[in-house]
C-alpha cells in the first residue's frame, strides 16, 4: 500500500515522500480494518507539513492564557 510520509517540517514538495508500507493484515478480536480509496491533502495540511500552522514550537502545552468568555 501507498502512503505519503513526512518525517520533518518543510517545503511540502521537499520533505513528503510516497512510500511503500506494510498492509495491516487482518483485524484481531474486537478490531476493524477501514479501507481507504483515497484521501485528499488540504491547504491546512499543507500548512502544517510546513511548519506554519498548528505548531508553536513553545512545546508548553499552553495554548490559551486567557479567560473565557
Do not use: H, W
Not at 491546512?44 to 514550537?57: E, K
Amino acid at each position: 500500500m501507498k502512503a505519503i510520509q513526512i518525517q520533518a517540517f518543510g517545503k511540502p514538495t521537499d520533505v513528503a515522500q510516497c512510500v511503500d508500507i506494510a498492509d495491516v493484515g487482518a483485524p484481531e478480536a474486537n478490531e476493524v480494518v477501514v479501507a481507504l480509496p483515497a484521501s485528499p491533502i488540504n491547504p491546512y495540511d499543507l500548512l502544517m507539513i510546513a511548519g506554519g500552522y498548528g505548531y508553536s514550537g513553545r512545546g508548553d502545552g499552553v495554548a490559551s492564557k486567557g479567560k473565557p468568555r
